[in-house]
């Protein structure tokens, strides 16, 4: 299982940009995809998350309001977006997209994206 990161960019304070996240569907019934950043300096945190199945969405107090995560997987795949709006400098990261799954016994990681740019910079 491989996840595959795209979209992101330079970006003026104020912009917007879609990442999205491609990868093959879990083999698990119930699993979680979520973006993660990491800036310069800092430990990586998560941005947001979105489960399996009824697609409960969950987003760090910085990004409220502001991002947005979806997922489809009506396709044979399964794609995941998060879509960044009023971007702040500090929402300049390294952005990874990360699948968790639910063996019956415990969450684990099942895939991480190689990780996208993002710069927001006047």
């Known amino acids: 299982v491989q996840l595959q990161a795209s979209g992101g960019g330079l970006v003026q304070p104020g912009g917007s940009l879609r990442l999205s996240c491609v990868g093959s569907?879990?083999?698990?019934?119930?699993?979680?995809m979520g973006w993660y950043r990491q800036a310069p300096g800092k430990q990586r945190e998560l941005v947001a998350d979105?489960?399996?199945?009824?697609?409960?969405?969950?987003?760090a107090d910085s990004v409220k309001g502001r991002f947005s995560i979806s997922r489809d997987t009506t396709k044979n795949t399964d794609t995941m977006y998060l879509q960044m709006n009023s971007l702040r400098p500090e929402d300049t990261a390294v952005y990874y997209c990360n699948r968790k799954a639910w063996d019956g016994k415990t969450w684990s990681d099942e895939s991480w994206g190689q990780g996208t740019l993002v710069t927001v910079s006047s």
């Open positions: 569907r879990s083999r698990y019934m119930f699993n979680a």
């Open positions: 979105i489960s399996s199945g009824r697609g409960a969405t969950n987003y």
